[in-house]
């Protein structure tokens, strides 16, 4: 594996992710939308909120990675053209206001993992959880791993090293995915845990999970997409092994 490739695939990624923005913005955020776990409902519906001008802006820098307030991120966001930096400060300032009108809230969701009635139901859904991805890896033809109850692993061996789609469940229950990619010696290509809201610079990407009962059809739909995605990244790493120059040595 090559350093080439990891580089190329960093940038073939962030094409994608701007064009997949662009397509949200064509259908109001019809599939962020879909997300619908308070915190990350939160933040869509302040980006929703912004000006069209600012949205076309957006649509280009938050894959960047320069919406939080982390170090490096504001590092980034520093080196942005003054228009993309001021469009970036605005909502990340109008986030942050409606996060403080709401924080009361936002506590008392991230509590619920405490609930003894959401412990039952958390409980209830991962033995579901359980049958239902060994179903999933068996129509997916994937290995399977498993973490700490609610966590799961679907593990996809190629020439090039492998991909990982996590499904997770968590005791507050939402239940959200990620994909990770790696070489054979297990370095990163891309982002650690990247799912569809992270690749567009948003947030996570996490489903509200409304009772146990309610858990397979949320489940289905969140593998579904996973699936979507993880394809999505497929079709890069194809088109990196198809493209002239050093990008790929099989078994590398």
Known sequence: MSQALV????????????SEFAQELRTDFQRSRKFDSPLTAEVVSVLRRQPPESLKVLAEVLPLD???EAPDTLERR???ADRA???????RSEYDREVGAHFDEGVRFLARRHDKRVQRDFRAAVRTGNGMVMEIADRWKSGVDGGAPGEWGLIFKRDWGRL????NLSRQMTVSYSISLSNPSFSTIGRWHDDFLIALGICGSASIVESPEKFPEKLSQLSDFAWWHLNEYEKIISKIQNEEG????KGH
């Open 164 to 167: 990982t789609v996590s499904l």
């Open 246 to 249: 050093p990008f790929l040595t």
């Open 7 to 18: 580089e190329r695939f960093r940038e073939l990624r962030l094409e994608w992710a701007r």
């Open 85 to 91: 930096r001021r469009a970036v400060e605005r909502f």
């Open 66 to 68: 320069v919406f939080t």
């Open 78 to 80: 520093s080196r942005l």
